[in-house]
């Protein structure tokens, strides 16, 4: 099968698009998706995305991690998605995609810039304390559309993105599902910086739209941030945050921020399959 794809990024956070309006990607060979997906021997990225057909909406994003699984929501992925739904004439520039999350709205504001109404935040527990190798770590928990555990620093540098967020990850406090794991330094009331360690990914994140606007949520609910946010990713780009104000909780939340198509290509996934025989 002859694979036609788009490489996209939002804010440094890479992606393969693919139009599956005819639903012949075998997208559930979670193998074969892994490979597609690996950086040094497939195309290379943080997600797959498929655009299909929906009879709920313009159209259905689906989203696979690098390990071939489904994801139920990723915020860059989805403003990536509205960009190359409208480009293929799936969706208008004002359009509602369906997600595993929920549906969701999206707005091309221009040429690099997608806007998105997120889903509500779930599941909040501020002030959260677990012990990871032999100390305290206090962080806010979060779910997005995916689950976050948000942990503030006086500063980003030389932070064990990898090593400590890991350990986070496969904690036990968030079995079986694991959490994406936020590192956040605030630098006024209306901005901050964020690096991510991603679940699926397994690494750093160039950037994670559900990071952001989790670490814009927990700032502004439990730390006396202030809307909109700006989140500088780990990639250096600026992601804006806002919401309504109810009731002291964010409602109506929206990401926005650069996308950008890469490159497109094609690639044969029998050959790409030809690989499994090398796998021990």
């Known amino acids: 099968m002859i694979l036609h794809f788009t490489k996209m990024h939002g804010a440094a956070n890479d992606f393969v698009m693919i139009d599956d309006r005819e639903g012949t990607v075998p997208w559930q060979d979670y193998v074969l998706m892994s490979l597609l997906a690996a950086r040094r021997t497939g195309v290379g990225c943080e997600g797959i995305i498929l655009i299909q057909q929906s009879n709920r909406a313009d159209f259905r994003m689906r989203f696979l991690n690098p390990d071939g699984t489904e994801v139920d929501m990723c915020g860059n992925?989805?403003?990536?998605?509205?960009?190359?739904?409208?480009?293929?004439?799936?969706?208008?520039r004002s359009m509602t995609m369906e997600t595993s999350c929920g549906l969701l709205d999206a707005e091309i504001q221009d040429a690099c810039n997608v806007k998105v109404w997120m889903p509500e935040a779930t599941a909040r527990s501020y002030g959260m304390v677990i012990h990871v190798d032999g100390r305290a770590v206090e962080g806010d928990y979060i779910n997005t559309g995916v689950p976050h555990f948000v942990i503030r620093m006086d500063s980003l540098d030389g932070v064990d993105v990898v090593g400590l967020g890991r350990s986070i990850r496969l904690h036990p406090a968030f079995a079986p599902e694991g959490v994406n794991v936020d590192f956040v330094a605030q630098r006024d009331a209306d901005h901050l910086a964020i690096r991510t360690y991603e679940?699926?990914?397994?690494?750093?994140?160039?950037?994670?739209?559900?990071?952001?606007?989790?670490?814009?949520v927990t700032a502004v609910e439990a730390h006396a941030g202030t809307l909109p946010m700006a989140v500088r990713t780990g990639g250096g780009f600026i992601l804006t945050v806002d919401a309504d104000w109810r009731a002291n909780h964010?409602?109506?939340?929206?990401?926005?921020?650069?996308?950008?198509?890469?490159?497109?290509?094609?690639?044969d996934l029998a050959l790409l399959g030809n690989d499994l025989a090398n796998l021990e």
Request: hydrophobic letters at 40%.
């Open 250 to 267: 964010c409602t109506g939340l929206t990401l926005t921020g650069p996308v950008k198509e890469v490159y497109q290509g094609t690639i």
């Open 77 to 92: 992925g989805a403003r990536c998605a509205a960009w190359f739904a409208h480009k293929i004439g799936a969706a208008p």
């Open 199 to 216: 679940r699926g990914v397994e690494a750093e994140s160039g950037a994670c739209g559900t990071g952001a606007v989790a670490a814009a």
